[in-house]
Every structure is written in C-alpha cells, then in structure tokens.
C-alpha cells in the first residue's frame, strides 16, 4: 500500500506534517479532515519505494508484539491506550510507525482488524483473520493468544526444520567446493605427471574416474555454468511459470522422508488455524477459505480450495478432506468423527496432539537416515579421491624400484 505525504492546519492554525499510508490521495484527504484539520497538501511518497524495507520484521518481532498486546488487551484497557503502551514497548520504527497510524485509524472509528491491514507489510492476512475471529466472537484476548502460539509453532518448526538441512547443505557445499579444486587444478597436474612418466603400467579404475571427471570438467565448465543458472532461473520463476510450481511441490512431497514431513507440517499448520477460526465462531466455509493462506504447498493448497467447493457444494467437511486425496486418513477420520458427535473442535485438538508427535518422531527418523547416508556419501567420494590419488603413486614407485 502506498504512502502519502501530507501537511495540514488545525483549528487553532498551527501547521502539521506527516506520513499515512492509505490507496489514494482521497482517502488521506478524509481521514484529515474527520480528524478537524484543513488539508494543505497531500503527496505520494516516490522514495523510498514502499516495497522495500531495510528494517526487517522477523516472525519473531511478531510473536514479541502479540504476548505484549494480550495481557493490554485482557485488563480491559482502551484499545487507543494500548496501541499507546506498545508504542513504547516495541523496538522497530516500522512496527512503531505502524502503531501510530492504527492508533489514528482506529480514532476515527476503525476496528483493529481494519487498522491492521493497511499494513499488510507486518501484519499478513492470516494475522488479521485472527483479528477478525476474535472481533467475531467478542473474546480478542483468546483469539491473539490462540495466534501467538500459533506463530510461536511456526517459529520452533522452521527453526528445527532447518537445524535439521542445515548439516546437509554444508556436507554438499563441501563436498561441491572440494570438487571443484580438485578437478580444475589438483587433478590436471596429476594428469600431467603421469603422463610425463611414460611408464608402462595399468591405470587403476579410481584413478580412470578422476581423470574423466576432470577432463567433464575443464572442457565442459560453460555447460555446467549455464545449466546450474537455469536452475536458479527456473527456481526464481516458479511462481511465474504455469504449471511449474505445483510440479515443484508435488516433487517435494513425494520425496522420500522430507516429503512426508513437508505434508505433515503443511496438515498441521492447516489445522491449527482451521481450529483457531472455527472456535471462535467463523462459519466452517470462511474459516477453510482463510485458512488456505497458511499453506504454502500449492499441492495441499488446491486441496483446500477442493475442499471448499465440496462445502459449496454440499458435502461435508471430512467428505471433501477425503476426496482431496492429500490429506492424511487420521485428519479427515477424526473430523468425521466430530462431525457425527457434534464437536469438531475436539476432534480438530486430537488431530493436532496427534500430529505434534508424530511431526517431531519424523524429524528424528529423518535425522537418523539422514546422518549416516551422508557419512557414507562422504566416505565414499574420499576413499574415491584416495586410491585414484595413490594407487598410481605405489605402482610408480615399485616400477621405479626395479
């Protein structure tokens, strides 16, 4: 959303500056004069571009900025004065100039949810639904505290998740690195020595593998420039790409092990929202609607959007998970079951105890596949590297010796 620049009178004639951001012109215009001051000028700021922030918000501002807000919100102060205590509590100007235009907006009559998503830049759709569902059923202290913990498990999950790749990645970059010095420079020495030597002897095989990887390499290193630049093209433009994406993430999840993971987070993450909306009064049809925009796996994605049109349509929520087809069995056999019973915030509460588990006992079989596979891999591409290096380096030296 644009910002507009503006410099406005107040009844008592002093002139005053500012920054809102707002659609257009107009609507800055407005919201001066309900607030009693007579417009001098309105502009839209060109620079810096809105888009581009070199204040950072984390999940993690977020998460500080939800468990100040609540116990403000529980001791059921006004909404104005609260935004006015955070204001002082919070360390980003970002999150501080946003408090002072909400402050504003809600002045004038705004809802918070409203005055949340004119800054969609820290607070994102799935935020103001939480809002929203807690504005709905008039309990706003359970619903942000329902999200907080909610943002509190993305954070733990995606930081555990990455603990997890990150000893893979350096493994492969390593490995890759090492290759690549080996291959332009150690080997075609090597090569050259040998066949200074002109010794009549057997190449050993390990020795024939380094010596056709280097020979790839030095003659065809523009080929592998190109092609590893259209992978981080194609990868860049993914989302741009018809069809592209949704191969992508299918890809993933079929992968072995990290796949399941990846839908077992993606369920989760599907879940734990649904339940967050759902028990707070929002209609199952919205609460599947705004819970979409948790999934970042378009794969699972159009299963929900599926689901949606099942509902549309007549069918009931479990019979539209099941339809789908990416749904694991228990999340659509324990909604079923709170269908018949009448209780589907239950059975979506077991779904989420269930899968909390079993997210955490994947990771650790993952692990535990995961660690000895690249010790082998490892293990292997030195021994590799070994014999072809010394295997011609003993027969030299027993040739030389007769």
Known sequence: MPKFGWKAATPAGDVRTGVYQAVDAREVADRLRNEGMSVLSVSERKWPPTNIHLESISRRDLINFTYKLVPLLASKMALHRALDIMKGQVNKHRIKNALVMMRQDISNGASLSQAMQRHPDIFDARYVASVQAGEASGNMVRSIS??????????????????????????????TILSLVLGLYAIPVFIKLYKQLGLAMKTPWPTKVIFAYSYVLTHYWLVFVIVFALIVLVFLLRNRIPGLRPMMDRMVLRTPYFG????????????????????????????????????????????????????????????????????????????????????????????????????????????????????????????ILALGFYLPLFEIATLLNQ
Do not use: H
């Open 146 to 175: 329902t999200m907080g913990a909610f943002l509190e498990w993305l954070d733990v999950t995606s930081k555990t998740l990455w603990a997890v790749l990150s000893y893979p990645i350096l493994v492969v970059v390593a490995l």
């Open 260 to 383: 399941e993971i990846i839908r077992k987070i993606q369920s989760l993450q599907f879940c734990r929202f649904f339940q967050l909306l759902y028990d707070n009064g929002i209609d199952t049809k919205r609460s599947i609607d705004q819970a979409r925009g948790v999934v970042t796996n378009t794969v699972i994605g159009d299963a929900v959007e599926f689901t949606s049109r099942q509902l549309e349509a007549g069918t009931a929520l479990s019979k539209g998970l099941q339809l789908s087809g990416e749904f694991p069995n228990v999340v659509w056999e324990q909604i079923q079951v709170g269908e018949e019973s009448g209780n589907v915030g239950e059975a979506l509460e077991y779904v989420i105890r269930y899968y909390d588990f079993e997210l955490d006992y994947s990771i650790k079989q993952f692990t535990a596949f995961l660690r000895p596979a690249l010790v082998a891999l490892l293990a292997g591409v030195l021994l």
